[in-house]
């Protein structure tokens, strides 16, 4: 093509609302209509995850597993077995910091939606951990493409990894239709950047660490004032520690930078709740936290 004809580069923004946030993608190159049709077909797959994964959603995978009995074995779509079996592999590489199952102690702490902050008892909290653990409760059979819960009351939350999974499906989409450049966020709180760089602001972070490049990789922060209450003047956030079934208070926040968005979503929740955790992850790039405790 003669340099005159060239086609000058372009912004395409889309934007739709899913699992519960506001989800946006720039995409940048020479043809609009192309990149308008490419942006579209990946927000037409995070709907699809979400209906797949949505607890909520009585045809979705995740709300019949979550409905089935101890011991009822649950067929499911090979994308699920796929998001699941990544669930556990990231419950075992953070020794069960990562943990999707603790619904239960959410609930208990008042900390789940609208619902008012409570403060329960010792007694009442070592009930709920029986039902919490994914590596103690659920068995995944990948090749029969089936799941089956071995213990009563457990329960799976994808809220933690989900929009990193549809985001991590929607860059391979993007790059399928040949899409050199975007940029795609989840509730700001998971980002992914193809080509790049894309500088990106992480909020609550101090000064000197609050800035960061995306190249071809994804950044996930987590922080634990997303749903919080105050009582006797101790701030408890919505991320909960699965070993002691308390919300966690040993930092401010994390950020994880990785070639996945799933892992990063994952591990930024692990260090969040421990930073010091050794977790053995060739993918992460850069890891952050503030507002670290002593005791942390």
């Known amino acids: 093509m003669p340099p005159g004809d060239a086609l000058e580069a372009t912004t395409v923004l889309l934007a739709s609302d899913a699992m519960r946030v506001r989800f946006e993608i720039a995409i940048i190159g020479e043809d609009a209509h192309r990149l308008r049709g490419a942006g579209e077909e990946a927000l037409e797959e995070l709907h699809r995850v ?124 993007l790059r399928d239709a040949g899409i050199e450049n975007a940029l795609i966020h989840g509730g700001t709180s998971s980002a992914y950047g193809i080509g790049g760089p894309f500088r990106i602001r992480i909020a609550g972070a101090p000064h000197e660490t609050g800035t960061i490049e995306l190249k071809d990789s994804a950044l996930a922060v987590s922080a634990p004032h997303g749903k919080s209450f105050r009582k006797d003047g101790r701030q408890f956030g919505h991320v909960i520690d699965p070993r002691t079934g308390h919300p966690a208070q040993s930092a401010d926040g994390c950020a994880v930078l990785h070639s996945s968005a799933t892992d990063a979503d994952a591990l930024s929740t692990a260090w969040l709740i421990d930073p010091t955790a050794k977790i053995d992850d060739p993918g992460v790039r850069f890891q952050t936290c503030w507002g670290v405790s002593k005791d942390g």
């Not at 995978?61 to 499911?76: F, K, M």
Request: one cysteine or more; aromatic letters at 6%; glycine letters at 12%.
């Open 50 to 173: 979400e209906q797949d994964l949505s607890p909520w959603n009585p045809g979705g995978d995740i709300h019949r597993l979550n409905s089935a009995r101890p011991g009822e074995e649950v067929t499911l779509r090979p994308t699920t077995v796929a998001f699941l079996a990544e669930a556990l592999r990231l419950h075992r590489l953070t020794q069960g910091l990562f943990d999707p199952t603790v619904g239960p102690l959410l609930r208990l702490w008042g900390l789940e939606n609208d619902a008012p902050g409570n403060s329960p008892d010792l007694e009442a909290i070592t009930r709920c951990l029986e039902a919490t653990g994914l590596g103690n409760h659920l068995h995944l059979d990948q090749e029969r493409g089936c799941a089956v819960w071995t213990g009563a009351g457990a329960r799976f939350d994808p809220g933690a990894i989900g929009k990193g999974w549809a985001i991590d499906r929607m860059a391979t989409l």
